[in-house]
């Protein structure tokens, strides 16, 4: 068995340090997302959120706590956009959970980019009096400067219903996962 020079292993220049080829993405098959930009955002129980029946709302999103908005994704004169410094492809996971509602009907957590496009668009089904959560995980790719917005839309046919009063249920994690190609 022969040994391998650390330095220059997948390294096309002999004697370069590893640290230039390791971690790109390209070299190696083990892209590394912890050094990506994320941000997690919840919403507090003690500002409750109105969504109109049948209306898609931009949810606002309280200040990230410390440590958790590594690319300043949010700011306070626009707390609904989760904004993208940097271009690449962005892995988005929102989750609404509903309070109990007086009717049935559909509740959704839409994700849209930049005001206009709607990039997904799950609904879930409710029961009259019963709570319900709704989110899915999609990847996206965006243009420096582009946002997102998550929007709540439900169908109890009563009137606005609001997301439920707890922080940890209403949600939504961005992380950057890979450049554009």
Partial sequence: MSWVDLNTLQNPTPGAAILAAWGDGVRDNDYDHSHQPWCRLSR???????????????IPWDAPAAGF???????????????????????????????????????AAWVR????????????TAAAGFAASSGRMTEYPMAAGAYFEIMGFQT???????????????????TRVRELP
Avoid: E
């Fill in 113 to 124: 980019v930049s005001g206009v496009t709607y990039i997904s668009q799950p609904y879930d």
């Fill in 69 to 107: 908005d590594t690319d300043v994704f949010w700011a306070a004169g626009n707390p609904t956009r989760i904004t993208c410094a940097r271009a690449g492809v962005y892995r988005i996971s929102p989750l609404l959970t509903w309070a109990a509602g007086v009717g049935a009907g559909f509740r």
């Fill in 156 to 174: 109890s046919g009563g009137g606005a219903l609001n997301l439920a009063a707890a922080t940890t249920l209403n949600y939504v994690t961005v």
């Fill in 44 to 58: 507090a129980a003690a500002l409750a959120v109105a969504v109109p029946d049948n209306n898609a709302t931009a």
